[in-house]
């Protein structure tokens, strides 16, 4: 647990010089923070002066406050500390308030910036072969919840940090009231800092797994939303509610239970000082102290405790952020990363492409693809053809850069090119093309600046163009949820005519016409090679038809019946 504390210690530290590097307003709030602390000394050291008889007149605190009166006109007296309090705690409380807004917008600064920059990140550089081993709920809570956290920790580090240094300020004026008082209250705080310790390592711990658990349920709705009609066809609706809600439940019960121990660790000690000194000054006990400098004790002491408890309410909150973001250094390496946008690169013309001797696997599985080797080259048509799970679409995610070979390497124009300036003019299309709830252009265009000329030439090259114009809106017309309320061939024409519309050198289609009928799917293809006449076609299927209609057969794991014999050239 030591070794833990260490590493968060040095977490905060090094994602606090973070944000003092990247944000100004962290130093506004430091300079309010200070302002805050001197008017909380000064306010609190007026209890002293407002109790007489128990500080002698020549105490330096009464002397100072004196001198304060004097150059005021007043006169010594307890209206005078009184009216004193009254206008220095105003001036606490309306700084302390701006100092608490400053914080909040310091904190949702952070999160805003680190919010977009995860999410950049995610479509911009997270390696695929991370994406498909982690669930979509790891990403949900990466661009959610942990920059969200990540906001809210540096306004938790300096809440607390101002509830300790007020507690302190609290304590120096205690010990300048009464030094028996100051070392019995500080054995008290001794030994409840010790409970306390207890129970924040069981927040810990409790908070490790909530975080799981909230993961689980953003995966489990996402799945269940991308799923419905499957669920609903299968009638298994009362299995995934009860799923989901045995999730929430244990969810529910542990943020319950941990909102009780940080209520219960600000709460307790303050309930068991005042039980003890119920007891000690109960009626008919006689004590060394006047009425008055029992009040102004008292008065001290709650504010200690209500300093205390800020700090503790927010350092525990602290705690529990820095331990659900796992790792603040993480999300800080993404923040200072710069992606290189290969599209505002000089473009290449595609015309060979070479796979030497590729290699790939996710983590400790067996490799999916063993020295592989294919020539592609401008003109042709190829199918690249296997089993289920043989690797074809992950050998589709190395040809778009979208996934790094363990081994060997990916060779553009006989390696007068990049990989990474080429693949602007590389475009993959998905069995399940990605729909968009929005219109036919804007799924077509995806941000593009393009005439209707161009969109309608690419649906026609699909079939598509004359259906998209007996839309009463025509290319205005809204997409519904998952693109529902087009067939699963039209979705697919689609996505092979948004491809189209980028004027690709290489197209590659992962089972992209797996739902258009025979004869549609002859003319399609057709189209699509005169079209593509100087580029590059690749499908990768298991469809004999498909493979049948390619210039070359490029075989992956084992071979498939009815399927044409391989006519690569070895490297």
Not at 333 to 343: G, I, L, P, R, S
Request: proline share 4%; glycine share 6%.
């Amino acid at each position: 647990m030591n070794s833990a504390l260490a590493s968060i210690a040095g977490q905060i530290v090094r994602y606090t010089s973070f944000v003092a590097k990247n944000f100004r307003t962290f130093y506004a709030v430091l300079a309010l923070t200070a302002l805050v602390l001197v008017l909380e000394y000064l306010a609190t050291s007026l209890m002293i002066p407002m109790a007489p008889g128990q500080i002698t007149t020549n105490s330096p605190i009464i002397q100072a406050w004196g001198r304060v009166a004097a150059q005021l006109g007043l006169e010594s007296t307890s209206r005078t500390w009184l009216w004193l309090f009254f206008i220095v705690m105003m001036a606490r409380l309306v700084f302390g308030y701006a100092l608490a807004v400053l914080t909040t917008w310091l904190g949702k600064c952070v999160h805003r910036t680190l919010s977009g920059k995860i999410f950049g990140h995610i479509l911009l550089a997270e390696p695929m072969a991370r994406v498909y081993t982690r669930s979509v709920g790891h990403y949900i809570t990466m661009a959610g919840d942990d920059t969200f956290k990540s906001g809210t920790i540096i306004s938790s580090l300096l809440q607390s940090a101002v509830g300790f240094l007020t507690a302190l300020v609290g304590m120096v004026v205690l010990y300048q009231f009464s030094p028996q008082v100051f070392v019995g209250v500080l054995l008290f705080l001794i030994v409840s800092m010790a409970v306390i310790t207890f129970l924040m390592r069981r927040i810990i711990r409790i908070n490790n797994r909530t975080v799981n658990l909230s993961r689980e349920l953003g995966t489990t709705f996402v799945e269940a939303l991308n799923s419905l009609r499957s669920i609903r066809s299968l009638h298994g609706e009362r299995f995934v509610m009860s799923a989901y809600a045995g999730q929430i439940f244990s969810y529910i019960r542990m943020l319950v239970e941990m909102d009780a121990i940080k209520s219960g660790v600000k709460a307790f000690p303050a309930i068991v000082l005042l039980l003890l000194a119920a007891i000690v000054l109960r009626p008919g006990t006689s004590v060394a102290m006047s009425d008055t400098a029992l009040f102004a004790g008292t008065i001290i002491i709650i504010r200690v405790f209500a300093s205390l408890g800020q700090m503790v309410t927010a350092g525990s909150q602290l705690l529990t952020d820095v331990r659900a973001v796992k790792d603040i250094d993480a999300l800080v390496a993404v923040m200072q990363e710069n992606v290189a946008d290969a599209e505002m690169l000089p473009p290449v013309s595609v015309r060979t492409i070479d796979l030497m001797q590729v290699s790939f696997g996710y983590g400790d599985r067996r490799h999916l693809l063993s020295n592989v080797s294919f020539r592609f080259e401008a003109g042709r048509t190829y199918a690249i053809v296997g089993p289920s799970g043989a690797g074809k679409s992950t050998l589709a995610d190395i040809l778009l850069g979208l996934s790094l070979p363990d081994s060997g390497a990916v060779s553009v124009n006989d390696g007068r090119a990049s990989l990474v300036t080429a693949r602007a003019h590389f475009m993959l299309v998905e069995q399940q093309p990605k729909i968009f709830s929005t219109s036919v252009r804007e799924n077509l265009l995806l941000g593009m600046d393009e005439s209707d000329e161009l969109l309608y030439a690419a649906l026609e090259s699909v079939n598509l163009d004359d259906m998209i114009k007996e839309l009463p809106q025509g290319l205005a017309t809204r997409l519904t949820y998952l693109g529902e309320n087009f067939s699963g061939g039209q979705r697919q024409r689609l996505g092979i005519a948004r491809a189209l519309v980028r004027q690709p050198d290489v197209l590659i289609l992962d089972e992209a016409t797996s739902a258009l009928d025979p004869s549609t799917r002859v003319d399609v293809v057709a189209k699509l090679r005169a079209r593509m006449r100087d580029g590059i076609i690749i499908f990768i299927t298991h469809d004999p038809e498909i493979a049948a209609l390619a210039d070359e057969v490029l075989p992956i794991g084992e071979p498939l019946p009815a399927m044409p014999p391989p006519t690569s050239r070895p490297l």
